[in-house]
């Protein structure tokens, strides 16, 4: 009768650690699911994508008042909070990592070239696909090429390559745009 009762005890502790265990694990990965959308929300709403935005939210605040419910319901248990503090933080690596892949938008990038003889680099780029207009500089150095090239944020690091294969030493300077009418864009359909 002892050992069945010390059995039922040993099977009652387990399962209660099972419990907790994965009480920890929800908490968690509900953490990195809400952060993560959270990050990814802010994206569309920032590219206007307004349908999409309003969806993730919906979804991202029902995740998060899961989540807070089971911290705020076992706050005498310490790991309740350290799971959701570890998922929030994790959240934002895992969001920062989906954004990147998304990679939603236009840039624009300012190019300085310290070389001459670029045509064959604006052939390139242009082969490539990006949106190309050359002016002429004057700076501290003399007189130098400046490119104006519009083109998608994910084709960054393909500009990048093309760009140092043929100077090393550019001076690029990217910055994120919301194209209005006409010029390089237009021609793209979404």
């Given amino acids: 009768m002892k050992y069945s009762l010390y059995n039922i005890r040993i ?3 387990e399962a209660k650690l099972r419990e907790y265990i994965l ?6 990965f509900a953490r990195i699911c809400d952060v993560s959308m959270s990050t990814v929300r802010t994206l569309m709403i920032v590219h206007g994508k307004k349908f999409h935005a309003s969806a993730i939210g919906f979804l991202e605040t029902i995740i998060y008042v899961c989540a807070l419910g089971k911290v705020v319901s076992g706050l005498e248990d310490p790991g309740n909070l350290l799971a959701y503090a570890l998922g929030f933080a994790s959240g934002n690596y895992v969001g920062i990592s989906i954004e990147e892949k998304i990679a939603i938008g236009n840039f624009t990038a ?3 070239l310290k070389t001459d003889e670029n ?11 990006f949106g190309v207009t050359s002016l002429q500089g004057s700076g501290k150095e003399g007189n130098r090429e400046i490119l104006n090239i519009s083109f998608r944020r994910k084709d960054l690091e393909k500009l990048k390559q093309t760009l140092y294969e043929h100077d090393e030493r550019a001076f690029i300077v990217v910055n994120n745009i919301k194209p209005i009418s006409g010029g390089y864009f237009s021609q793209k359909k979404k």
């Fill in 110 to 112: 300012q190019v300085i």
């Fill in 119 to 129: 045509e064959k680099l604006l052939e390139s780029l242009r082969e490539k696909g």
């Fill in 23 to 28: 009480g920890y694990f929800l908490i968690f």
């Fill in 11 to 13: 099977a009652e502790k």
